[in-house]
């Protein structure tokens, strides 16, 4: 169970709330959880020091305090799309380096959660995806659904493009982030439904977003089982 990959039903879906809590979770299991955010755009300072918020999140909540360019190698200042921030200041985002950062917090893990860059099939470079993150390294997916109208069209084409890359599901989380999103839980029993991989979890509306709290509605249970299982297969 070396490491897990999260994407999500579009940007802004959850990722990286569920990221934080998956982490926490798993930590209060027992388990040494290191994070990872191997491409992102958008920064601020802090000590003096340019970091992107999502990432900065990450490492915190990380067992080990890891350097911060191990858990985030590629960082860019535009908010934008990665594969246009990279363009911009003429570099090309290369598989490499993430694999060798990957690697190395590995051997300091228990598991690794990998966040990727907005949804799926963002594009990286010219030639590859953020997808190809979790199809080169062999990464079991978590799909975060964003609920939201639209959210059951999106969710399921997710799906299908993460199994047609070839990539294991682990399963779904559900995040509720509107608040006065109409006929949620017919959307989640619809979600349940239709989608073929287990339901780790539905997190609600939540006013006040702390990882312990966030951390509380995923099962992980049913994730330790599905990832050994992966792990087996």
Not at 19 to 33: D, E, F, I, K, W
Not at 64 to 87: C, R, S, T, V
Not at 98 to 120: C, H, M, P, R, Y
Request: a negative charge; charged letters at 15%.
């Amino acid at each position: 169970m070396p490491a897990v990959f999260i994407t999500g039903t579009d940007t802004d879906a959850g990722k990286t709330l569920l990221t934080l809590g998956l982490m926490q979770a798993l930590q209060q299991q027992g388990l040494r959880v290191n994070g990872m955010k191997p491409v992102a755009a958008g920064v601020f300072e802090i000590d003096g020091k340019t970091v992107n918020e999502d990432a900065q999140l990450i490492r915190q909540q990380s067992t080990k305090a890891l350097p911060y360019e191990l858990i985030n190698p590629w960082l860019f200042e535009p908010a934008i799309a990665p594969h246009i921030a990279a363009q911009q200041v003429n570099k090309t985002i290369d598989f490499q380096s993430i694999k060798t950062a990957l690697n190395e917090i590995k051997k300091q893990s228990d598991l690794v959660v990998v966040e990727g860059a907005g949804g799926w099939l963002v594009p990286l470079n010219e030639q590859q995806d953020v997808a190809d993150i979790a199809v080169n390294m062999n990464l079991p997916v978590i799909l975060i659904v964003g609920l939201k109208l639209g959210c059951i069209n999106h969710a399921r084409l997710t799906l299908q493009a993460i199994q047609a890359a070839g990539c294991r599901v682990v399963g779904w989380i559900g995040t509720q982030i509107e608040p006065e999103m109409m006929n949620v839980d017919e959307n989640i029993e619809t979600l349940k439904h239709y989608l073929p991989v287990q339901c780790l979890g539905i997190v609600p509306w939540l006013e006040s977003q702390d990882t312990k709290t966030v951390a509380s509605y995923i099962n992980t249970e049913t994730l330790m089982n599905e990832l050994i299982t992966t792990s087996i297969t």
